[in-house]
């Protein structure tokens, strides 16, 4: 679910964060996405979404 983009403010720095590709709609934005400033581009104003916690796999019925 999660991919690997490099973030806008810092491309030549070869800077790589988390992101998703799309925002699930079936989960409340506010646990499982907040955003964070890039360290390598904070002063820029730059925000990014990132992941909270990695989705855990779906063990019902095991």
Request: hydrophobic share 30%; aromatic share 2%.
């Amino acid at each position: 679910m999660l991919i690997r983009a490099l973030c806008r403010g810092c491309l030549g720095s070869g800077t790589q964060i988390q992101i998703l590709p799309y925002t699930p709609r079936h989960l409340p934005p506010a646990q499982t996405l907040i955003p964070r400033p890039c360290p390598h581009c904070a002063g820029n104003g730059h925000h990014h979404l990132a992941a909270t916690h990695r989705p855990t796999p779906d063990t019902d019925g095991i």
